[in-house]
Structure formats: structure tokens, C-alpha cells
């Protein structure tokens, strides 16, 4: 070692100790961690392998010589008397082998060891403790050596009992475990917390924590937290069995939950099977786990074993892929989905994640990115869980660097370059290009042919995908310039389908105006309002011609959807669309405007049963038709129910309330007449 060399050593580790430190105190104490666990195992291990290299710089309170951080000074302390330590971790199968060969070294022991293996739980280290089998007190673990006094909170978690079941238990009994929120409740929680306008926690670990750490006991009983024994403390006198498994069923015989997925195995191999199986089923599991733990089985090869400093010699933590990771931001990109929803996509200095190089995540939408105030070159959180696409959850703010540049939604679409929509108080910005934006080509075919819209039988989705895969559609208005060779060269097409297809597109060109509104896929414009913008206006040249206010004046139409039809109307590609299918022959009865004198205007009626003359969404056209609503339910609002053969629950109620009823006969003798 040169002589600069110790002094590059000692400043290293002076600054690796530094940050763990804040680290530890971000994490522990404000519930508010900056950096995913990956990267503080990172430089918590590099610290360790720093230190045994070069022990003369080793001190007594090195963030390795402790486990966890100093207590809150709003609880009050609470001195363990057997003290809560950490566990060493294993990153690797060779890792969890060398534990393993190291605990028969040190018992001499030939045979194949036996261990416990259970999920480790990301949640909050816990101790309970029990005299003659009442809840006294229970405490975090602190430092390990003092935690905080948390029992007022501890009590209203319903899945930790006040008194123990049963009997034959210790004068003094400490449970040791985790407490943890639920994935279901870590959702529901956010999603309340969202819609008030407060804090949202980053992950269930925070959020468990930051409830436990409540000085008002009654926000953390509102709190979905649960827990799971996984040790004892102080047992007096110690009556339990001689393993840790049978201690563990002891407890469950009390009223304490243990994990289910509590197993014994042998050897090193058993363990590694074990780690295998849990991580298959960790995305199944109702709680979050970064791993499994396995302990020596045998209590009294635990004294033998004993302590390191921090950790027990006779337990590892045998972590799984880190499931976040820190990486560069280098560029933000905007994907068009088929709705034409645009989202933000992080292009991202490769890191390895999960088990998987991840090179791009998604952002969600703008609002997230302002939520987490993300800048390109920044460097952020990373998060990929099982299957599920990889996600940017954070910023490392402290390390954002002077060249960090906002993100900012563009102006046009990136495929057709159309104007882009970002109505206020939506998260989500739409291109408005729909009938000829590329990226939304399929699912406006799609929605232009389906029975309520133009009712084009025989061109399904497989049909839609093809046609467009193989070009011979670009926009709806191609569909009618379509010949027999086009759509019979299409895979499993034959001839006769093909002539089929082309029959249904040349009835289709007879529809309503109602009905090509909807078909255009105007979003927001579904049919109740392109049967307000059919009789409002009359005709689809006043409709495109129409300004907000007009559009205002439209009953059931808002600002939200009157800047959607404007949106979709001020773009030239779909007005040329819309003029190339009338050109095609698709055309529709005129319709008075403002015509309030339909004859069953202001009229509710509700269908119920199985009509002979026509299917239910005929005659509920031809009501709209005449101007009446047709509802799903029967209240004393309605004007009459509709009955046809095998009628239910609904001509039920219509006769409890003194609804007139209508049967087939009538309603066909009615349609006459008007």
C-alpha cells in the first residue's frame, strides 16, 4: 500500500459511514428512504469489505457495528433486555452455501444441518412483550439495544392479541416480528390518500412504519396494518422446546400469527430449493418479501453459535434480486396507445433489475412526472416486481445534476402529428387525430364497425388486424373502397365471406346520424350524447362547425367533451375522413333541428325479456328514434316497461310499483301508430 493509499482508504470509508448514517435516519426514524435497499445494501457491503480489509480504521460505531438507528424522541425509550439485532445478508447461492459450511465448522458437525426457512417480511421490526400472558408493552427495535415505546399503537392491531390463548405460557414472554400492511391495503390507503391530497407512501415498509411512528393512536387503528411472529426475546422461565420450529408452533398455539410458508429443510440445498419456490410465488403472496431467512433449527446450537456484533451467527437473510435499482434518466419518450392516450416512456442507462437488464419504464403520465418532480439525467428509482412492466418510482434529488432538463408533454402526436389534448383535471393527454393516426388505426376500425356504430357484420378484430397489417386499410374510409380480391387474399378468407363482408359494408352505408357520431370514436361521445348532437344540431356540417358555446348549449355536453369534439373536428385528416366516406355513399336521414316534438320525447321505458319481432337493441333504437330514453332499471320514473317472453325481476317491480307494462303486441301496435 503506497502512501496515499490509506488515506483514499480512510476517506471512503469516512463517507460510505456518512451516508449510511443519513440513510439509516431517513429510513428508521423519518420513514422517508431516498434510495431503494439495493443501493444501501450496496454500500453497506462494500463499508463491511472496506473494514475487514483494513481493520485499523474499524470503530465501535460504525453503521456496521449496529443494527437500525437511534429512537424517536417524540416516544419514550425502552431498553431491550435480550437486544434486537440484524441479519447478515446473502446475495448469492455460494453465499448461502459458505454460511452453511461455516455453521458445521463451528459445531464440528458432520451431518446435514436442519434449519427453518420463512419469508422475510419488508416491514418494521417489532418487539412484544407479554406477563403472564397480557400485552404490557411492545417497542420498535431502535438501535437494537433501545427501541421506542410504541404500545398504544401496537394495541389496535387487530391481528395481535391483547392476551394469549390458552395456557402453560411463561410469566414473561417477548415476541419478536414483523409488522407489515398489506398489498391490498397498501393500495387502498394510496389511492384514499390520492384522492385528499396527501402524502403518498412509496412502498408498504414506509407506510407501515410511518402508521406504528403516529403520536395519535387512532390514526394508526385506521392504518390496514397486520403482523407475523418470527422469534422470541426474553423468556422467563424458559419452558419453550428445543427448536425453533416447535417454538414457533408454541407461539401459533397462543394466538400469535406465524407465516404460513414457515418450513423446516436440510442443508444447504434444502435452503436454496426454498428461496427458488418463494420467489415463484412471491408476486401470489398478500404481503410484501425482499427474501427468506433461514435459521439453525436447533436452539441450543443457536447459544453454541452465538453473536457477531450486530447478527446472529445461526440466521441469514438470503436476499431475492433487488426489485429496484438507481440508473440514469437519459431521455423521456411518448408512446401512442390505441385510444390514442399518450405515455411518457424513461429511456434508461441499462441496469440490471429484478433478474432482468431493464433499458426502459414507463412514467405513467404527466402528472406522475410532476408528482416526482423527474428531470432527464436525473437519477432515479427504478422498480420492476415479477412480471409487471418496470417502473420509475423516484428521484435520488441529492445526486440531480446541473444539466437536468424538465419534461415537457409535446404539442403533437409523435406518430401522425396531430394536436395533442390534455383536458384540465385529466392525468392523461390524448392525440386527437383518431381517425387517421397510425397508432390508433385498429381500434377506430374496430369501434367504427361494431353493432352500435356502423354494425359492419363479419369484420371482427382478426379481420381489422389483418386488413391494416397488410395496408390495404389506412382510415375507415378505405373499408369502402375495398374490392372481392382484397378481402379474399386475406388469410381464411374465402370467397364467399369476402362477398359476405362486402354486402355488410354496402348495407352499412344506410345508418343515422346518431350513429355515425359514435362511430367516429369522439372520445367522451358515446351514444346518449351523438343523439343530443344529432337533434341539436342537424346535421353533421353545423355539428363540425361548432364552437364551445354552441356545443355547451347541448344538453348532457360539458366542457370536458365540447373541447373533445372541437379538438377532433379542428383536425383537417379527420374532417378529409369524414368527407371520404360520404363520398363512399354512407349517408343518413336529415333530422329536423331542435325537433322537441318527437312523439315519445320526455318518455322513460325499460326493456325486459326476449322480444320475437326484433332483438332489444332494435327496439331500444327505434325508441331513441322517437326521442325516448331507454333506461336498465324500473323506478317509479318510468313511463312503462316493455315485456317480452321470459320477463324477470324487472316486470317483477314494474308491477310492485304500478308501472304500466307493455307486452310485445302493444309496443309493435304503438310503433304503428306513431
Keep these: 500500500m503506497t502512501a496515499g493509499e490509506p488515506q483514499k482508504v480512510a476517506e471512503e470509508i469516512q463517507k460510505l459511514r456518512t451516508q449510511l448514517e443519513e440513510h439509516n435516519y431517513r429510513y428508521y426514524v423519518l420513514d422517508d428512504p431516498v434510495i431503494p435497499d439495493s443501493y444501501y445494501d450496496e454500500m453497506f457491503r462494500r463499508l463491511v469489505q472496506l473494514e475487514k480489509l483494513h481493520p485499523e480504521f474499524l470503530i465501535p460505531d460504525s453503521p456496521t457495528q449496529r443494527a437500525g438507528a437511534p429512537p424517536l424522541k417524540d416516544f419514550a425509550e425502552v431498553v431491550h433486555v435480550v437486544p434486537m439485532l440484524s441479519l447478515d445478508n446473502a446475495f448469492s447461492d455460494e453465499e448461502v452455501v459458505a454460511f452453511d459450511t461455516r455453521i458445521r465448522e463451528r459445531l464440528h458437525f458432520a451431518d446435514t444441518m436442519e434449519y427453518t426457512a420463512e419469508p422475510k417480511l419488508d416491514g418494521l421490526a417489532v418487539n412484544l412483550r407479554y406477563e403472564n400472558g397480557v400485552l404490557v408493552s411492545a417497542a420498535t427495535r431502535g438501535d437494537g439495544a433501545t427501541g421506542e415505546n410504541i404500545t398504544a399503537n401496537i394495541r389496535t392491531i387487530r391481528t395481535i392479541p391483547l392476551h394469549l390463548r390458552g395456557k402453560g405460557f ?61 422469534g422470541v426475546g426474553e423468556v422467563t422461565p424458559d419452558t419453550l422446546p428445543a427448536t425453533h420450529s416447535e417454538r414457533m408452533q408454541k407461539l401459533k398455539s397462543w394466538g400469535i400469527r406465524i407465516s404460513p410458508d414457515l418450513k423446516i429443510v436440510r442443508g444447504a440445498l434444502g435452503c436454496l430449493d426454498y428461496w427458488q419456490a418463494m420467489l415463484k410465488k412471491r408476486d401470489q403472496l398478500s404481503c410484501e418479501i425482499d427474501g427468506v431467512v433461514y435459521k439453525v433449527n436447533d436452539t441450543g446450537q443457536q447459544a453454541r453459535l452465538g453473536f457477531v456484533s450486530r447478527a446472529p451467527r445461526w440466521a441469514i437473510a438470503h436476499k ?40 426502459n419504464a414507463t412514467l405513467h403520465n404527466m402528472d406522475e412526472i410532476k408528482r416526482k418532480d423527474v428531470h432527464i439525467h436525473d437519477q432515479v428509482i427504478v422498480r420492476r416486481a415479477g412480471d409487471v412492466i418496470p417502473e420509475v418510482v423516484g428521484v435520488v434529488l441529492a445526486e440531480r445534476p446541473q444539466n437536468a432538463q424538465p419534461v415537457h408533454l409535446p404539442l403533437h402526436c409523435p406518430v401522425c402529428h396531430a394536436h395533442v389534448i390534455h383536458p384540465e383535471g385529466e392525468a392523461v393527454a390524448r392525440c386527437s387525430g383518431g381517425l387517421f393516426c397510425a397508432a390508433q388505426r385498429r381500434e377506430a376500425i374496430r369501434h367504427f364497425a361494431s353493432r352500435r356504430a356502423m354494425d359492419i357484420e363479419g369484420l371482427g378484430d382478426k379481420l381489422v388486424a389483418q386488413l391494416v397489417d397488410t395496408g390495404k386499410v389506412e382510415s375507415v374510409a378505405d373499408l369502402y373502397h375495398l374490392a372481392l380480391s382484397d378481402v379474399a387474399d386475406v388469410e381464411r378468407m374465402a370467397e364467399k365471406s369476402a362477398g359476405n363482408l362486402l354486402a355488410a359494408l354496402e348495407k352499412s352505408k344506410k345508418t343515422t346520424l346518431p350513429r355515425f357520431l359514435f362511430a367516429l370514436g369522439i372520445r367522451e361521445v358515446g351514444e346518449a350524447t351523438a343523439r343530443q348532437l344529432a337533434a341539436h344540431f342537424g346535421d353533421i356540417d353545423a355539428l363540425m362547425a361548432a364552437h364551445d358555446e354552441a356545443l355547451l348549449e347541448v344538453p348532457d355536453v360539458g366542457p370536458v367533451v365540447s373541447e373533445n369534439i372541437v379538438s377532433f373536428f379542428a383536425e383537417k385528416k379527420n374532417r378529409d375522413v369524414i368527407e371520404h366516406l360520404r363520398q363512399a355513399g354512407v349517408h343518413w336521414p336529415k333530422i329536423k333541428k331542435d325537433d322537441t316534438a318527437l312523439p315519445l320525447s320526455g318518455k322513460t321505458y325499460v326493456l325486459t325479456g326476449t322480444l320475437d319481432s326484433m332483438s332489444r337493441d332494435e327496439a331500444k333504437e327505434k325508441l331513441q328514434q322517437l326521442g325516448a330514453k331507454v333506461a336498465g332499471s324500473v323506478s317509479l320514473k318510468t313511463t312503462g316497461v316493455i315485456a317480452g317472453s321470459e320477463a324477470g325481476s324487472k316486470l317483477e317491480k314494474a308491477r310492485a310499483l304500478g308501472v304500466p307494462v307493455i307486452s310485445e303486441k302493444e309496443f309493435l301496435k304503438m310503433l304503428r301508430l306513431l
Excluded at 188 to 203: C, D, M, P, Q, S
Design 320 to 359: 431475492f434480486p433487488a426489485e429496484e435499482a438507481v440508473t440514469t434518466l437519459e431521455a423521456v419518450e411518448f408512446q401512442v396507445g390505441r385510444t390514442g392516450a399518450l405515455t411518457p416512456v424513461a429511456r434508461l442507462k441499462p441496469v440490471f433489475v429484478s433478474g432482468v437488464t431493464v433499458s
Design 170 to 230: 411463561p410469566k414473561v414472554l417477548e415476541v419478536r416480528g414483523e409488522v407489515y400492511m398489506p398489498k391490498a391495503g397498501f393500495a387502498e390507503l394510496n389511492r384514499l390518500a390520492e384522492t385528499r391530497g396527501e402524502k403518498i407512501f412509496v412502498n408498504p415498509r414506509n407506510a407501515a412504519a410511518g402508521s406504528l411512528r403516529q403520536l395519535d393512536s387512532r390514526i394508526t387503528a385506521s392504518r390496514p396494518l397486520a403482523f407475523f411472529g418470527h
